[in-house]
């Protein structure tokens, strides 16, 4: 393990040792002051944020761009002040920290028996949001987690995720895949965060007018089981509560080549993603190039 990957490592486990034990107030404040350091370095990331939002918010002036690069980024060491913290929260805080509307969508689907996926973008807090699944539907659920380095950090994320009642699985090629659709055909639920994925396998979308590519998965997993798929996106007010909704189903068309079907139904995602994305862009935490447009055509697919 390199010396940047032990430091890593060890920032992160500091963070989940002592973060989680202030007071919310105080982890509030730190958060905040946090990211308002990090907006004001300019740093790689922020610089990014704010090309995306140019997308997200197109005409915005260069004013209103920093003005939701600097929002963004306390909404996103809010997402890590409360990931955190997380595992130290009561039951009942969960419960009470996050609100979904027409929620039914799930429910009805899991009532009905047929698996659900649940596809998410880069929105306020996934964690938040799984945690809620488990807690206050007492439903669990199987989700997949990107290998990260060093091995000790991915360890942490996973261990972190399992405490919170979720499954998860390392995403590695077609043995997650067929995990998931077992899960599935079972009547269980799938969580998948599916807004980025530009491996050679990501389905090309239009995405605020530009092609971006994002992940097959969620689309080949209800047409090979049946399952529904559902849009899920979060944002976050001024309160301590988080705010989501859980978007109409995206069926499987009837026609076209599984090929074709994907292409359509990522689309479809896409699009329930961008609307809520353009309604509280300061709580898309998308600090990585995206679209293609961006991508250097001289490494090909990142």
Same mark, same amino acid.
């Given at each position: ?13 500091l963070g989940?040792?002592?973060? $989680? ?5 105080? /982890? =509030?404040?730190?958060?905040? /002051?946090?990211?308002?350091?990090a ?8 610089q ?8 997200v ?6 004013e ?14 809010r997402?890590?002040?409360?990931s955190?913290?997380l595992? &130290?929260?009561?039951?009942e805080?969960?419960? !009470?920290g ?13 009532? &009905?028996g047929?698996?659900?996926? @649940?596809?998410?973008?880069?929105? &306020?807090n996934?964690?938040l949001?799984? +945690?809620?699944?488990t807690? &206050? ?7 997949v +987690? ?6 000790? @950090?991915?360890?942490?994320?996973v +261990?972190?995720? *399992?405490?919170?009642g979720?499954? =998860? ?5 077609g ?9 599935l055909r ?23 007018? *530009?092609? +971006?590519r994002?992940?097959?998965g969620? /689309?080949l997993?209800a047409?090979q ?6 849009? =899920? !996106? ?8 988080m ?7 995206v *069926?499987?068309?009837r *026609?076209? !080549?599984?090929?074709e $079907?994907?292409?359509?139904? !990522? ?14 862009p300061?709580?898309?935490h998308? @600090? ?6 961006? @991508?250097?055509?001289a $490494?090909?697919?990142a």
């Amino acid at each position: 393990m390199s010396t940047a990957e032990r430091l890593t490592d060890s920032l992160y486990g500091l963070g989940w040792s002592t973060v $989680k034990r202030l007071p919310e107030p105080a /982890a =509030v404040r730190l958060g905040q /002051a946090v990211a308002d350091l990090a907006w004001k370095q300019r740093g790689k990331g922020v610089q990014r944020l704010e090309a995306n939002y140019a997308r997200v918010v197109p005409g915005a002036t260069p004013e209103r761009l920093a003005a939701l690069s600097r929002a963004g980024m306390r909404s996103y060491l809010r997402y890590w002040m409360e990931s955190f913290r997380l595992p &130290a929260w009561s039951a009942e805080r969960v419960r !009470t920290g996050f609100e979904p509307k027409d929620l039914h969508h799930l429910t009805d689907g899991l009532a &009905a028996g047929r698996g659900v996926v @649940l596809a998410l973008p880069h929105l &306020a807090n996934w964690d938040l949001a799984g +945690a809620w699944v488990t807690t &206050a539907l007492k439903t669990p659920f199987t989700t997949v +987690a990107e290998r990260l380095r060093p091995e000790t @950090l991915y360890d942490r994320f996973v +261990a972190y995720r *399992e405490g919170l009642g979720m499954e =998860v699985l390392p995403h590695s090629g077609g043995a997650a895949f067929g995990t998931l659709a077992r899960r599935l055909r079972a009547g269980g639920l799938v969580c998948l965060v599916a807004d980025r994925d530009l491996s050679a396998s990501g389905v090309e979308v239009g995405f605020f007018g *530009e092609k +971006a590519r994002m992940p097959a998965g969620p /689309a080949l997993l209800a047409q090979q089981t049946g399952a529904l798929l559902l849009p =899920v !996106t979060l944002w976050y007010d001024e309160s301590p509560v988080m705010r989501g909704r859980v978007h109409p189903p995206v *069926e499987v068309p009837r *026609e076209g !080549t599984r090929r074709e $079907k994907t292409a359509v139904m !990522t689309q479809a995602l896409a699009d329930a993603f961008a609307g809520g994305i353009a309604d509280h862009p300061e709580d898309w935490h998308m @600090l990585q190039r995206l679209w293609l447009a961006d @991508l250097d055509p001289a $490494k090909g697919p990142a």
